[in-house]
């Protein structure tokens, strides 16, 4: 290969890269943040529910 070429793509994959790992960043922190959220309602309706039933 010319020294060109393999600038060209030294240069271009980052280029390409960040951007998708970054959106990919971004998803896998919403579903994080929504897995949390299930999560925190669910432990608070559980309180709730074992305090209805002390006998449980």
């Known amino acids: ?13 980052p280029v390409i890269l ?3 790992a970054y959106v990919w960043y971004l998803n896998i922190g919403g579903i994080y943040a929504a897995i949390r959220e299930k999560r925190k309602a ?13 006998g449980n």
């Open 1 to 13: 290969m010319e020294w060109y070429v393999i600038l060209v793509l030294v240069l271009g994959i």
């Open 42 to 54: 669910t432990r608070g309706r559980r309180q709730v529910t074992t305090s209805l039933f002390p």
């Open 18 to 20: 960040f951007p998708a």
